[in-house]
């Protein structure tokens, strides 16, 4: 699960400054073939930089504070 979410936060955050690269004049610049796949790129990890990333991270957290809290129930 923590590799999970690292992976969508630094995946989300790759394909946004993919973009950004290309909007630079590299690989053909804006209107090029490569500016929109790096626009579709930024609109998936958009989702996963800002929102999947971090929840994945706050969830791993929890299961592990419960789990410790109802171990000794058990």
Do not use: C, Q, R
């Not at 500016?35 to 592990?64: E, F, Q, R, Y």
């Amino acid at each position: 699960g923590v590799f999970l979410a690292l992976m969508m936060a630094n995946g989300g955050g790759v394909w946004d400054n993919a973009k950004k690269y290309i909007e630079e004049g590299h690989f053909g610049g804006k209107g090029s073939e490569a500016h929109k796949a790096g626009v579709v790129g930024d609109t998936v990890g958009d989702p996963l930089k800002d929102t999947s990333g971090p929840a994945m991270n706050i969830l791993i957290k929890l299961m592990s504070v419960i789990s410790l809290i109802l171990a000794p129930l058990f």
